[in-house]
């Protein structure tokens, strides 16, 4: 064994000062978090006038201790791209690539779902670990987008997850910027469905409306007048999943208290505890 010590070297000029600046870039990039519920307060400071609700949808814990893990996974055959009628593959392309562009992150998205009222149009985008609300041509920005990052977007824990929520104030309220004038507010919720589930429905503010139903995917919305204010501690919107008989299959009220494994042994699971990985049923694959 070599025990002697190497002969100490300067670094070249100038690499002190190169590492300092790599340091400091790497420090202050820009890291993105869930966003926190706005009140109608703190939406002044918000320039689209956008407030996200932390959606509902279970937590992701690590395979326990003693869960065996299986040696093969199922595969798949790669899902068929989403499709929007009536609406053209290059204009689909940029919408999807617009959202993201606007949220601020890189990736392949898709598009899923786009409802469209008058001049109101939101469309629901997925990334690769991420689900957006986005609204589309609006007065300030073509391309308006939350961001709801983490997401296992392989399985669902269940019938269906809520995967976003956002809700957006009138253009004639008092906070409101000029170049919004006469649009109205909303609140939009979306996510992904099983195919067991034929109805979703989004419950808000004592309003209850049918999601449009498309891709695997859910999208819900509440117009409001543009004089509209996303009020103080506004109660969160309500979805339920029907199956085709009118079964209740879940609520976003009344989180799911079952556990689900994917096919690598991660539970996934509406609450904290840690569960007994024995108890759990198989994780549902979205398409």
């Known amino acids: 064994m070599n025990t002697t010590i190497p002969t100490p070297r300067d670094l070249p000029p100038g690499r002190h000062t190169e590492i300092r600046a790599e340091l400091l870039r790497a420090t202050t990039r820009k890291r993105f978090r869930f ?10 400071a918000v ?29 798949t055959t790669r899902p068929a791209e989403p499709v929007i009628p009536g609406l053209p593959p290059e204009q689909h392309r940029a919408i999807a690539q617009g959202c993201l562009d606007s949220a601020g992150v890189t990736g392949s998205p898709r598009l899923y779902n786009y409802v469209t009222t008058d001049d109101t149009k939101h469309g629901l985008v997925f990334g690769g670990d991420s689900a957006h609300i986005c609204t589309v041509d609006g007065p300030m920005y073509d391309f308006n987008a939350d961001l709801h990052s983490g997401l296992d977007l ?60 498309a891709n695997d995917t859910f999208l819900a919305r509440v117009l409001y007048p543009s004089t509209w204010t996303i009020p103080e501690n506004m109660p969160a919107a ?24 994917t096919p690598d042994g991660a539970i996934m699971t509406h609450h904290q505890n840690q569960p007994d990985p024995a108890t759990c049923l198989p994780a549902k694959l979205w398409r």
């Open 35 to 44: 966003a926190p519920a706005l009140t109608a307060a703190t939406a002044l």
């Open 47 to 75: 320039i689209a006038l956008i407030a996200y609700f932390v959606p509902w949808r279970p937590q992701a814990a690590p395979p326990a201790e003693h869960t065996t893990i299986p040696t093969t996974i199922p595969t």
């Open 154 to 213: 392989k399985f669902i824990a269940g019938s269906f997850a809520l995967d976003s929520t956002s809700g957006s104030a009138g253009g004639d309220a008092s906070y409101a910027n000029p170049a919004r004038k006469g649009k109205r507010g909303s609140i939009v919720t979306a996510g992904r469905i099983t195919a067991e589930v034929a109805r979703v429905t989004m419950t808000v503010d004592g309003t209850t409306v049918d999601a449009v139903l």
């Open 238 to 261: 309500v979805v339920r999943a029907y199956d085709a008989g009118g079964t209740l299959l879940g609520s976003s009220d009344t989180p799911d208290t079952r556990c689900y494994t």
